[in-house]
């Protein structure tokens, strides 16, 4: 935090201008932080910040109330500069109780705003929290922080005092008392707030009154409490002109597909079951129905898919997404999407695995599953998002690989993206094309036949649909002879489809861009990534850059078939990174196919990587650290 | 459906695709692609607008023989596949081929919410009580005590009755036929194809290689009528060559088998009501099952309910029309935005 401009506010107040700041909310899973974490980062990028945001929640919907396990919490950074994480430190916490401080203590910064509700320090609180004293006795222990003990639950239940409320009701409000209180910190302006409440609980008029009460005494206790003696000002950012408005991952993942088929004349079908961290993407898709959206929630993943691959045969621009565990359910399912040549996208929201792993966590570790992990030799594309602004055009990108090239594509994303939220430049609408496909009417074959697997010079097959009169054929999963799709257990046949299969993925290279570099186009140190460990990666090696370090970066959003330059790129550096949240799996492919000694960082804690992290790894391997 | 009435007269040979045919010779199967093919050209559809999905196992390979759209795929899964096709093309006839393996076995999930669903689709199960495919393992069907490869010494298991099944999952059609009783299952799956909703057709059909004659006693002539009652709509449930037995309700509303004449007349019987909206007499009549009582053959069961594929696409036009034409420009706008000038 870079004090630019210091004035005087009344007698004993000071406004300090700051370029980007860190605020983490902590609570029980029912102190409503996610709630407060969003409005906040709403609020803030309607002002014109830049905004980066990491929810953190567990998996449990309600893990006994104020246990280390039921601690949910929400970081965002906003900034008057572009800024591509949440964020390594903490420059403000809010800690609603003794397991949110325990918890989340170690990630603020020294110097750093500490806000509790002292309320919530009773005995059983502290116990429940493995606190044998009062940490907010512990003067050692606080020293390095500005402290404020906040009564939050009295003052918030003196705010509402008059409006009828049980008790219960009363200190659900609380979560507002401290946002009143940060956006008072921090010079926010709260209308936006304002109006989310009275559209949220217009049935509940006292609840409307209530909040509204309490948002306003928690910005009045900053206002007159001596104790508070800075208040910050972000200006907003410099982003470039146009509009903007904030967008998670899953959200740009619906908006993108149903974008894809929308502008190329088409209604998208959705088949999804439920899971964590993928179904927000069934849930908005399921409202846009004016868009001519079919989704099912279906019976299991098995169904998601294989009713996918029966939306592609009737013609439609089919989808089904999933994570991790659905997305192994889906194997044999993609696989006739793959031997049968039918469009789809299938989209893994990736977390913490194996098994159930860590739902509500981050993870990278399904590249290898995407790439390989189904019977026999089964290619397919595979797109991943790097934010989750740019999940939308990863999503279109899918969309037009798949119906391009008649194949199932993977469009991998990951709880961190899907989650995290941050300023989208509304598209032009004239900007997105809509794509090149169509169905096939009439017969393809001498005397008026059709054949399906009659390949065009990209060995893509025809898309022809039911309901065409004359070109009535079957599909199946059985090998098929090229051309004419019968059934073949021919010897040679079958290694040449296994053959023209793989080609024809592995064609698509061509019709992809090249892989862009950030940075000097050879050097000493080339970091190569992939997905939604894009901001800090990146946020690091600009730092390295701007240090004089000869680094570059080079994130790759196609995994399968990579850039056609890729190979030459690695070949320009001394020495190649790979920086994964896995045990280092594009690394593998990455040596495996380009006989590179390419070096890993890897972390699998179901968190993003810090900048820091990052950031020592580069120097370590040029030999700087 | 619509017909039109410029469209060609179509065969069952119409229907015939250029493969060969390689089902064991004598086959059940034989029998139920000659009587689906010549119940197609019956019902005023376009050639083109039929499609067949299937499974996996013998039955499955059914869509290859048929010169319509099919699809061949997975097993079990066939159910779900027909479900995402008929969800966004109700205006085709899917039909679905399944066998007691591939429909209640690995698909037993997609079965039942295919069903549950009344998504509007024709299912013909062939039911050989046994995986054909797989050369002759028991299968969710095969009696208990029945000797396979896989069960050398008899299985333990308990078998279901698909017909049950579709009913418990709330079935808006369910019927049972025979492979060989040509007349009685292209009557049966005339009724499955004018259906609207899930049309679950049961066929018990003979797999002569790995469980040959597990049908007779409902396909031999002679014996059949003593063995099978036959299901008609508001008629009472008579069965015998000599038409001389009945069903009726006992006192503890169980079914029990009576002669008629001596004190009991027809008005005494059972009366079968396809279309009560209770599905407990279809139910019980479901229960009775050879060698311990004569069995039901033909509709158990036919009632309008609306289907998903219906309900899906009337959803979709009565939010397009609440909300109005599709904009890109509202979608990306929805929610807070800002502008950077
Ligand atoms: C996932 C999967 N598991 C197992 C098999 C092997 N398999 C093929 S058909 C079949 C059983 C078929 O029995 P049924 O559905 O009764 O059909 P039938 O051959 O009797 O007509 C099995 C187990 C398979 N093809 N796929
Ligand atoms: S194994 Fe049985 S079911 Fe399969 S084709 Fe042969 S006879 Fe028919
Ligand atoms: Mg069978």
């Keep these: 935090m870079s004090a630019v401009d210091a004035e005087t506010n009344g007698n004993f107040r000071t406004t300090e201008q700051v370029d980007a700041v860190v605020i983490r909310f902590c609570g029980d899973s029912g102190d409503g932080m996610q709630l407060v974490g969003t409005q906040f980062t709403n609020v803030s990028a309607v002002f014109g910040n830049d905004v980066s945001t990491l929810p953190d929640f567990p998996a449990e919907i309600r893990a006994p109330a104020g246990t280390l396990g039921g601690v949910s919490g929400y970081q965002l950074c906003f900034s008057s500069s572009d800024i591509y994480t949440p964020g390594d430190e903490v420059d403000t916490l809010v800690a609603m109780n003794p397991a949110a401080l325990k918890t989340n203590l170690a990630d603020l910064k020294r110097g750093g705003t500490l806000i509790v509700n002292a309320d919530a320090f009773g005995k059983s609180d502290l116990s429940k929290a493995g606190y044998e004293s009062n940490p907010l006795d512990d003067e050692d222990a606080l020293a390095g922080y500005r402290v404020h003990k906040i009564d939050m639950t009295r003052?918030?239940?003196?705010?509402?005092?008059?409006?009828?409320?049980?008790?219960?009701?009363?200190?659900?409000?609380?979560?507002?008392?401290?946002?009143?209180?940060?956006?008072?910190?921090?010079?926010?302006?709260?209308?936006?707030?304002?109006?989310?409440?009275?559209?949220?609980?217009a049935k509940r008029p006292e609840l409307v009154k209530a909040n509204l009460?309490?948002?306003?005494?928690?910005?009045?206790?900053?206002?007159?409490?001596?104790a508070f003696t800075v208040h910050y000002k972000v200006p907003p950012a410099k982003l470039p002109p146009g509009k903007y408005r904030k967008i998670t991952g899953n959200e740009a993942v619906a908006f993108g597909l149903v974008t894809a088929a929308h502008v190329s004349g088409k209604e998208l079908f959705y088949a999804g079951y439920p899971i964590t961290p993928a179904s927000d993407i069934l849930?908005?898709?399921?409202?846009?129905?004016?868009?001519?959206?079919?989704?099912?929630?279906?019976?299991?993943?098995?169904?998601?898919?294989?009713?996918?691959?029966?939306?592609?045969?009737?013609?439609?621009?089919?989808?089904?997404?999933?994570?991790?565990?659905?997305i192994a359910l889906k194997s044999e399912g993609i696989g006739l999407g793959v031997i049968t040549e039918l469009p789809m996208v299938i989209v893994n929201v990736q977390r913490g695995g194996p098994s159930t792993g860590l739902p509500t966590k981050t993870e990278q570790a399904d590249l290898l599953m995407s790439m390989f992990g189904r019977n026999g030799e089964c290619p397919m594309p595979i797109v991943s998002c790097s934010t989750p602004g740019d999940a939308f055009d990863a999503a279109r990108e899918a969309m037009r690989l798949a119906v391009e090239f008649m194949t199932p594509v993977f469009l991998l994303s990951d709880g961190y993206v899907a989650n995290g939220a941050e300023p989208w430049k509304v598209p032009n609408i004239s900007d997105l094309k809509p794509i090149d496909f169509k169905h096939t009417r009439e017969p393809n074959g001498k005397d008026g036949q059709y054949l399906p697997y009659l390949r065009n010079d990209r060995l893509v097959r025809p898309w022809a649909v039911p309901g065409t009169p004359g070109l009535e054929h079957r599909v199946g999963g059985l090998e098929k002879w090229d051309v004419t799709g019968n059934v073949s257990y021919d010897a040679d046949n079958h290694q040449?489809?296994?053959?023209?299969?793989?080609?024809?993925?592995?064609?698509?290279?061509?019709?992809?861009?090249?892989?862009?570099?950030?940075?000097?186009?050879?050097?000493?140190?080339?970091?190569?990534?992939?997905?939604?460990?894009?901001?800090?990666?990146?946020?690091?090696?600009?730092?390295?850059?701007?240090?004089?370090?000869?680094?570059s970066l080079a994130h790759i959003r196609y995994l399968s078939p990579f850039p056609r330059n890729l190979g030459d790129l690695l070949k320009r550096f001394d020495k190649v990174l790979v920086?994964?949240?896995?045990?280092?799996?594009?690394?593998?492919?990455?040596?495996?196919?380009?006989?590179?000694?390419?070096?890993?960082?890897?972390k699998m804690k179901g968190k993003p990587f810090l900048v820091s992290e990052v950031y020592d790894a580069i120097l370590q391997h040029l030999g700087k650290a | 459906m619509s017909t039109s009435i410029d469209l060609p007269v179509l065969t069952p040979k119409d229907f015939a695709s250029d493969q060969e045919v390689r089902w064991c010779p004598r086959c059940g199967d034989y029998s139920i692609l000659a009587q689906v093919k010549k119940v197609l050209p019956t019902l005023g559809i376009p050639k083109e607008n039929f499609v067949f999905v299937s499974g996996i196992g013998c039955s499955s390979r059914f869509p290859y023989y048929m010169n319509t759209y099919g699809m061949h795929s997975i097993h079990g899964r066939a159910p779900a596949i027909a479900t995402g096709l008929k969800v966004v093309r109700p205006d085709l006839q899917v039909w679905v081929i399944t066998g007691d393996g591939?429909?209640?076995?690995?698909?037993?999930?997609?079965?039942?919410?295919?069903?549950?669903?009344?998504?509007?689709?024709?299912?013909?199960l062939f039911n050989n009580q046994i995986y054909g495919l797989t050369k002759g393992q028991y299968s969710p069907t095969s009696p208990q005590g029945k000797r396979t490869k896989s069960t050398p010494y008899g299985s333990v298991d308990a078998p279901l009755t698909p017909v049950s099944v579709a009913l418990g999952a709330r079935a808006s059609f369910v019927a049972r036929s025979v492979d060989v009783d040509i007349q009685h299952l292209c009557m049966v799956l005339e009724r499955a194809a004018h259906h609207k909703g899930t049309a679950v057709v049961e066929v018990y059909q003979d797999c002569n290689v790995f469980n040959s004659g597990a049908f007779e006693f409902a396909s031999k002539k002679g014996e059949k009528e003593e063995n099978c009652i036959y299901l008609e709509h508001g008629k009472p449930l008579i069965f015998g060559k000599e038409r001389d037995k009945g069903v009726r309700l006992n006192s503890q509303n169980q079914p029990e088998i009576v002669e008629l004449g001596k004190g009991i007349s027809e008005d005494d019987l059972l009366f079968h009501d396809e279309k009560a909206d209770d599905p407990t007499l279809a139910f019980l009549l479901s229960q009775m099952r050879y060698p311990d009582s004569p069995e039901p053959m033909g509709v158990f069961r036919a009632i309008d309910r609306p289907t998903y594929d219906d309900e899906v696409n009337d959803q979709v036009r009565e939010v397009s029309e609440k909300l109005g034409p599709a904009s890109l420009e509202e979608m990306f706008n929805s929610g807070d935005t800002w502008t950077v000038a």
């Design chain 1, 283 to 326: 849930h908005e898709l399921s409202k846009l129905k004016n868009f001519g959206v079919r989704t099912a929630q279906v019976e299991d993943e098995i169904a998601a898919i294989t009713a996918t691959v029966g939306a592609s045969f009737g013609g439609a621009f089919a989808v089904t997404a999933s994570s991790g565990p659905g």
């Design chain 1, 213 to 226: 009460a309490a948002l306003k005494a928690g910005s009045d206790i900053g206002y007159s409490t001596q």
């Design chain 1, 496 to 551: 040449h489809m296994i053959e023209t299969r793989a080609k024809k993925v592995a064609g698509i290279a061509d019709h992809i861009p090249e892989q862009p570099l950030e940075g000097p186009e050879s050097g000493e140190l080339l970091v190569v990534s992939w997905g939604g460990t894009y901001g800090s990666i990146r946020t690091a090696v600009q730092r390295a850059q701007r240090a004089g370090h000869s680094v």
């Design chain 1, 579 to 602: 920086p994964e949240l896995n045990c280092g799996q594009l690394r593998l492919l990455l040596r495996a196919k380009y006989l590179v000694d390419a070096q890993g960082l890897n």
């Design chain 1, 155 to 201: 003052l918030t239940r003196d705010a509402v005092a008059d409006l009828g409320l049980s008790l219960k009701e009363a200190d659900r409000c609380k979560n507002f008392f401290a946002l009143g209180l940060v956006y008072w910190l921090y010079d926010r302006d709260p209308s936006t707030t304002q109006e989310w409440v009275k559209t949220k609980f």
């Design chain 2, 102 to 124: 591939d429909a209640l076995s690995i698909g037993g999930n997609h079965f039942m919410h295919m069903i549950r669903r009344n998504v509007n689709l024709k299912v013909i």
